[in-house]
């Protein structure tokens, strides 16, 4: 199962995905023509982490630089 969160891009959310390090050409902006806000890591890295994560409470998903008054 992949699951992932998803925010808007006003939302200015400083978490990334991890992706492995074969999918950085896939995921390029040039051929999507989306940015993602992703870390690609070697391959092996992520297989030994991806289960062995915290639950989501754990992660901050608070906005970098807010604007007071405005979120």
Not at 22 to 39: I, P, S
């Amino acid at each position: 199962m992949l699951a992932m969160i998803h925010f808007a891009s006003w939302y200015r959310n400083q978490m990334d995905v991890e992706f492995a390090d074969g999918l950085k050409e896939q995921l390029d902006v040039a051929r999507t023509g989306l940015e993602a806000a992703a870390t690609f890591v070697p391959e092996d890295q992520l297989l030994r982490h991806y289960l062995n994560r915290p639950y989501g409470n754990a992660y901050n998903f608070n906005q970098a630089d807010k604007i007071e008054g405005v979120f």
